[in-house]
């Protein structure tokens, strides 16, 4: 529960920063997604590695390292090429991109991904490479080590299509040795499981105060006699090949999501309780394999797992607060006496319900919300004021309730609500409020000609062009805005407009703008009205400040219902920026038009649905779009000259009559 302080020398930092750098350069190219809380030892080589190497970092929005969307977002505007996962967090991850292949050409720029802190799964390695090694060629590192030994001491890169039933934590990085030994240090040979002890340049200075812990853990290696080595407590076997594999921990420590956490200490605390006669804590598996805390407990009379969690509370983090408790009369005990841990492995778990304070759910969003609540927790009676973390829910259970809503509920709902309102009464009250707030605008769909779509049933994807626009007409807009002519924000959206009219030879038609993301406005564009590149732009620039009148939110604007309208779309021009692109925003315009600057650059983007719109005919109509956007600058340019000559020689017929 008291994190032990370990006393890192700077050399050894540099050491493990330096091998990083031989092994995964880092140009100046490069980006670092920095989201480890700084109480978690990867942060060291987030916040230290790219500077190092002259490279850049962007520091995730904290409570983001929790959210898939947010990472995604992260990773595509800053163009971040390498990041660090705990495995049971890259689960969830491959889980999203599995259920949401379109966000996968957002992560592009994505090289290098560095996952410990736990056991990585074969599983985890095959979807991995499914989904980023095949499309992007993205590296999958499996690194390994103890903050005793400066964070990591060794690494294993997953290689595709030569993925081992269990995958290995490698060998050693630089100036770092491995031993695996028996009960009497010696060595062992490949094949036979023993203590992991590590030595060389990474070895801490031992446990700040804790001088008998510090002794006891780091040892005179008898291999490099004058020096010392760890002993880890990890129970390992060397390959022949050289990797190391990791077996299990030879003592009662476990990791749950990341954290490092002795058994024994929960069990202490427990005990502690008045009350608790016998205490066991193991790890357990809920159905989706994510690993939790179990208490086994007898007592003299049984006390409502609400009173030990706030107890417990009291001295432990909520990592080590057990997920769910079983009441026993006794506990099982081997031929020898002592406790029988496999034999609790097996033990059915038959947890209490909420004595004297279940409810129902009285409507139908309260027993949806109940459903899915049963299917993560694994329990059969939830009432609605059952609190989520106090029934067995966690951080990575709630992602996995938001991508259930997501789904459901599409932009309703945050991550951040789900922490706020933790019971289903509270949650379905927020939801029906946040639903009245978000009635649905009405807004006029665009109707394109028939050629224009395809008749598929897969699951909508986004599909992209890009293309940079040149330099002349770069700096031509840049003078526009300067010069207090026309913004480029305008002047690309008349252009499109220009362009889908003549599309669907409409007079009137409506774009959802937004030069954020954070809120909406529908331009309603008057064609028939425009005579010249000067009014185009001058209706544009009317159209924006009619719409910014009345704001709307994402939820306001309703999805195309495809059944009724199969013609129908409604497009989206928006300025990319540091705001995330919602699973919500795709679902509701099936074509989007969108710009960005990157160093004195413009780039223009058209994101389409490939599953309902045709490939050729959105290549021919983002080619149009281009087109039009050069000759709307060119004449627009040539009007402005036109009208200041006119100017000028208007002013000097006034000079010389005065």
Not at 229 to 246: H, S
Not at 565 to 587: E, M, T
Not at 608 to 619: A, E, G, H, I, V
Request: overall charge negative; hydrophobic content about 40%.
């Amino acid at each position: 529960g008291n994190p032990k302080g370990v006393m890192i020398e700077h050399h050894s930092v540099i050491n493990r920063i330096a091998w990083m750098q031989k092994a995964y350069p880092l140009t100046a190219e490069d980006v670092i997604l920095q989201k480890t809380a700084f109480t978690f030892d990867v942060s060291v080589w987030e916040l230290f590695w790219w500077a190092q190497a002259g490279a850049a970092v962007h520091f995730l929005i904290p409570g983001g390292e929790k959210d898939p969307e947010q990472i995604i977002q992260a990773i595509e505007t800053s163009r971040v090429t390498t990041l660090h996962f705990v495995p049971s967090m890259l689960h969830l991850f491959l889980a999203y991109l599995e259920a949401k292949p379109e966000h996968l050409d957002r992560l592009r720029t994505l090289q290098c991904v560095f996952t410990s802190g736990e056991a990585l799964l074969a599983h985890q390695v095959e979807r991995f490479q499914a989904l980023l090694g095949e499309q992007h060629g993205t590296k999958l590192i499996n690194l390994y080590g103890p903050t005793e030994a400066t964070v990591d001491v060794s690494y294993f890169e997953c290689l595709a299509g030569e993925t081992p039933s269990n995958v290995p934590i490698g060998k050693p990085i630089d100036n770092t040795e491995l031993y695996v030994v028996d009960g009497n240090l010696r060595l062992l040979p490949p094949g036979i499981p023993g203590e992991l002890c590590i030595g060389g340049a990474g070895l801490a200075r031992g446990y700040l105060g804790r001088p008998e812990l510090s002794e006891e853990k780091f040892t005179a290696n008898p291999f490099r006699p004058g020096s010392r080595m760890y002993r880890t407590g990890d129970l390992a076997k060397q390959l022949p090949d050289g990797n190391i594999e990791y077996l299990g921990r030879l003592d009662h420590q476990v990791k749950i999501r990341g954290y490092r956490i002795e058994l024994g200490e929960i069990e202490h605390k427990l005990l502690e309780i008045e009350g608790v006669q016998e205490a066991a804590v193991l790890v357990k598996e809920d159905r989706g394999g994510n690993p939790y805390l179990c208490a086994f407990l007898v007592m003299k009379e049984q006390i409502p797992s609400s009173v030990i969690r706030a107890s417990l509370a009291q001295t432990l983090p909520d990592y080590m607060i057990p997920a769910q408790y079983a009441y026993l009369p006794e506990m099982p005990l081997s031929n020898n006496g002592k406790l029988d841990r496999r034999q609790l492995q097996h033990q059915q778990v038959i947890t209490e319900e909420t004595e004297g304070t279940y409810t129902a759910p009285q409507n139908e969003l309260e027993e949806q919300l109940v459903l899915m609540w049963q299917q993560l927790l694994n329990r059969e009676r939830i009432g609605v004021h059952d609190h989520f973390f106090e029934i067995g829910g966690h951080s990575l259970l709630l992602l996995q309730l938001h991508t259930r809503l997501e789904a459901s509920y599409p932009g309703l709902i945050q991550v951040t609500d789900l922490f706020a309102y933790p019971t289903i009464s509270k949650l379905a009250a927020f939801m029906k409020q946040a639903g009245k707030q978000h009635s649905a605008a009405p807004i006029s769909y665009l109707t394109l000609p028939s050629d224009y779509f395809v008749q598929q049933t897969a699951a909508a994807q986004q599909a992209v062009y890009k293309l940079q626009l040149g330099e002349l007409e770069t700096r031509q807009l840049g003078e526009f805005e300067q010069s207090g002519h026309a913004k480029r924000h305008v002047v690309l959206l008349a252009s499109l407009a220009y362009v889908l009219a003549a599309v669907t030879k409409s007079t009137e038609l409506t774009i959802v703008n937004s030069d954020s993301l954070r809120s909406f406005q529908a331009a309603e564009l008057q064609m028939g009205q425009v005579s010249g590149i000067a009014a185009l732009i001058s209706m544009a620039e009317d159209a924006l400040r009619k719409g910014a009148s009345r704001e709307l939110q994402l939820e306001q604007i309703q999805p195309v219902k495809i059944k009724e309208s199969p013609q129908a779309v409604l497009p989206l021009f928006y300025q990319r920026g540091a705001v995330p692109i919602r699973d919500a925003q795709r679902s509701r315009f099936d074509l989007q038009f969108s710009y960005y600057s990157e160093k004195d650059m413009i780039f223009i983007l058209c994101e389409y649905n490939d599953k309902r719109l045709s490939k050729l005919k959105m290549k021919e109509l983002f080619g149009q779009y281009i087109r039009i956007i050069r000759t709307v600058i060119q004449q627009y340019a040539s009007e402005i000259q036109f009208m200041e000559a006119a100017a000028a020689s208007e002013d000097r017929k006034v000079e010389r009559s005065l």
